[in-house]
């Protein structure tokens, strides 16, 4: 409950006894309530007085504050100050020439516009190099075109609009609605922050700063919904219960780093928002170099990149991030090591892949996501030099791969859930796949392979179910460690080795498949001990006579009676 007023001041247009805002702040003692009466009022204020509160002097007061050049509030107080304010509706229309053209009551017309509503377009998405992002160069200055300036102290308000949809003078220079310099803090509960398709605008722009922002709606801002840059210090930003909608390049940015021995308590936390685009366009949040915010719970949907992360180190936990070009692209700059951590998090409908990793020194883990599905390529992909840790998710109904691992990049893959996806369960091979580890998965009912291989090296397939696919295992030119498996009732064969691969099978149970359960083509072989190949259709197919086979495949491996062997030719000429 805040405090009783030191003294109340009213602000009429008509009758006083203040007529201005301004006017009323100047006169203020220090935790004074200006109440102020409906109206249109075109003050550029500075705030140097502690405490004050700037309120409706009825409830149903309309106050309409308007500002043509420069801020229409700035806040310049001691580092413990604070300001104030509640329902109030800001506008910035970026010239210093007043609106001729009025409606029937007398007010501008451009003041009307700008709180309606608009219609939307399309923009690109940013670049990832961090040097370009307004968050972080973008000038500030005291003259700035802006609605509300905190330099120095802290501001709190309430239940407000502050409108940027009919700015009258282009500019390439973005126009934010709030920006909060280095050491500031600003709390902000129910606002309406509408940005201008037509111009460049950014919602709030958060540098070296602390941000409170709940329940509030960012919308149409074609530089940036909330972008938030932090320097080697610590600060504390939570954005949560919010709508995000229709930001370009990204809703929210979050980019820069603090100190090494950076305090818990001072973190970046995005959780529970509705985070949405338009014709999947724009980034839902953008995480740049260096930074550890953390994700909860929102949505996020119908956008190009539903997550993107560069060389930095988020926690993307228990969201639902569906339906746009790419659900999370996890990619580096200039070689800096990404290590986010994406958890429990819902991950469809996708028009690329689910879960994108690309580039060196990016160390993914991706861990107990309950579903990435229905994905119209892979529903994770790793490519470009990147590793990934892929444990204990379910990963289903993607058209491509369920597990897509390009040549030059590797994976630990454990515990997953892998199944009814449209290729393989899982592909790889290439230069790294030698580094790859696939172990104690369940690789099921795939359209086509559970482990698809091509040109793969010494890698590790051990103690995996694969069962129900359309062939368990396919190896192409390859030399793979296939040790401890389950390989049983997949619709065709349960394991190929074609073009010379040379597998190390080892105590693999390998039955009921309904083709042939081991299939050596094109002079395949390795070694193969203490395999059980029983029950299926026929058991074993070899296409060429292969040394050692008798000693080597058929004493030691417990084989069923139906194999189809190379013929013994010997020619009866004399």
């Known amino acids: 409950m805040a405090a009783a007023p030191s003294a109340i001041l009213v602000v009429d247009e008509v009758n006083g006894p203040y ?14 309530e200006i109440r102020i009466a409906s109206g249109l009022y075109a003050d550029n204020i500075e705030i140097k007085t502690p405490g004050l509160r700037l309120v409706p002097k009825d409830k149903e007061a309309d106050i309409i504050w308007v500002a043509y050049v420069g801020p229409a509030l700035t806040v310049n107080l001691p580092e413990d100050g604070k300001v104030y304010l509640n329902n109030f509706k800001f506008t910035h229309t970026a010239t210093d020439t007043g609106v001729k053209d009025n409606d029937d ?10 709180f309606a509503t608009e219609t939307m377009d399309k923009s690109t998405a940013d670049d990832k190099d961090p040097n370009q992002s307004n968050g972080k160069n973008l000038h500030i200055y005291d003259r700035m075109n802006t609605i509300i300036h905190v330099k120095r ?3 709190e308000i309430n239940d407000s609009i502050l409108s940027l949809n009919f700015i009258q003078k282009q500019d390439e220079v973005p126009l934010p609605a709030i920006v909060l310099s280095p050491g500031s803090y600003g709390k902000f509960v129910g606002l309406d922050i509408k940005g201008n398709i037509l111009n460049p605008t950014i919602g709030i722009l958060c540098r070296n700063a602390n941000l409170q922002v709940e329940e509030c709606s960012i919308n149409n801002h074609m530089c940036g919904g909330i972008l938030i840059y932090n320097e080697k210090i610590e600060t504390q930003v939570r954005i949560s219960r919010s709508k995000f909608t229709n930001n370009k390049p990204a809703n929210i940015e979050v980019l820069g780093y603090t100190t090494q021995n950076g305090m818990e308590e001072k973190v970046i936390v995005i959780e529970e928002n509705t985070i949405l ?11 740049g170099v260096a ?3 953390k994700l ?26 569906v339906e746009c070009q790419t659900g999370i692209m996890s990619t580096v700059f200039q070689n800096h090591v990404a290590e986010p951590r994406i958890l429990i998090n819902e991950i469809r409908g996708h028009e690329e892949n689910g879960i994108l990793v690309t580039g060196l020194n990016n160390n993914t883990v991706i861990k107990n996501n309950t579903a990435i599905r229905d994905n119209k390529k892979a529903g994770i992909r790793v490519e470009c030099q990147a590793y990934a840790r892929i444990m204990s998710n379910k990963i289903s109904n993607n058209l491509n791969q369920g597990i897509l691992i390009v040549e030059n990049s590797h994976a630990y893959v454990h515990g997953n859930y892998i199944y009814q996806n449209i290729k393989a369960n899982i592909a790889f091979g290439g230069s790294l796949s030698e580094n790859t580890i696939i172990i104690r998965n369940k690789i099921f009912n795939s359209a086509s392979e559970g482990i698809f291989m091509i040109l793969a090296g010494r890698c590790i397939i051990n103690m995996n179910e694969v069962y129900g696919n359309y062939d368990g295992i396919i190896a192409v030119e390859s030399v793979p460690n296939l040790h401890f498996n389950s390989i049983f009732r997949n619709r065709n064969n349960g394991v190929i080795m074609l073009r010379g691969s040379k597998p190390d099978l080892r105590e693999n149970n390998i039955y009921e498949n309904e083709g042939v359960g081991l299939v050596l083509r094109e002079k395949s072989f390795g070694p193969a001990i203490k395999n059980v190949i ?22 030691k491996n417990s084989i069923g009676p139906d194999q189809r062997l190379p013929q013994r030719t010997k020619c009866n000429l004399i």
């Open 19 to 32: 007529k201005t805002i301004k006017e009323a702040v100047m006169h203020a003692s220090p935790n004074a």
């Open 105 to 114: 009551d007398g007010k501008p017309q451009v003041l009307i516009q700008a």
């Open 153 to 155: 102290g802290k501001i």
């Open 277 to 287: 685009g338009t014709d999947k366009d724009g980034i839902g949040v953008k995480v």
């Open 291 to 293: 930074a550890k915010p």
């Open 296 to 321: 909860f719970l929102n949505l996020i949907k119908d956008l190009k990149i539903g997550v993107y992360v560069i060389s930095s180190d988020p926690f993307i936990y228990r969201n639902s991030i």
């Open 534 to 555: 029983q029950d299926n259709e026929m058991d074993l197919v070899v296409e060429y006579e292969t040394p050692n086979l008798e000693k080597e495949l058929i004493e």
